[in-house]
């Protein structure tokens, strides 16, 4: 991709993770797609776009399972920084769109019958009684992630590379010298 990223990194704190779905994304096989992104003092570090595993039940489950990619991520990178020997602030806060879930992360109890999405609730739901995610809510016009998981009109996709603060880059070859842009 022509992209980079024009933020520079000046602090070494691990900052915010968001996590859309979109559930049923593919309709051949009504599987959800989770997006992550984390971001480091406003730069993104890391994305991840994923198809499901397995068929939520409904957005919240999809969520969950978001939820959970998101919080393996931040914990490989809580990990990676630690060996740097930079300091991450916790609560890092997970940035998601859907209110019921992050109500559910906070009672502590499932009701999903689904063993896989289970299992990714008690995972993230770890990690936020333990203080190490806090689960918060964004507006979805505010969600940068969803670049990675939804169809979107072309300049909502200018205004979601501008929050990831992406810029079309030039790309030099013997032959020519290109300009792409989304």
Not at 118 to 141: L, M, N, R
Not at 152 to 158: D, G, H
Request: charged share 25%; with cysteine.
């Amino acid at each position: 991709m022509s992209l980079c990223s024009q933020h520079h990194l000046h602090k070494s704190k691990l900052g915010k993770s968001r996590t859309p779905s979109d559930t049923s994304a593919d309709k051949s096989d009504q599987k959800s797609v989770s997006g992550c992104v984390l971001t480091m003092d406003g730069a993104v570090v890391l994305w991840v776009c994923k198809k499901q595993t397995g068929v939520a039940l409904s957005t919240m489950e999809a969520e969950f399972i978001a939820a959970s990619h998101a919080g393996r991520e931040l914990l490989g990178l809580t990990e990676l920084f630690g060996v740097l020997d930079m300091k991450v602030v916790e609560p890092m806060p997970m940035w998601m769109d859907n209110q019921a879930a992050i109500k559910q992360l906070e009672s502590e109890k499932s009701t999903s019958s689904a063993k896989h999405v289970d299992i990714c609730f008690e995972f993230i739901c770890h990690y936020a009684q333990t203080k190490v995610v806090q689960p918060s809510f964004v507006k979805s016009g505010e969600m940068i992630a969803d670049l990675l998981t939804k169809a979107l009109s072309v300049p909502r996709i200018l205004d979601l590379r501008e929050m990831f603060k992406l810029k079309a880059i030039r790309i030099t070859s013997r032959r020519s010298v290109r300009r792409y842009r989304l």
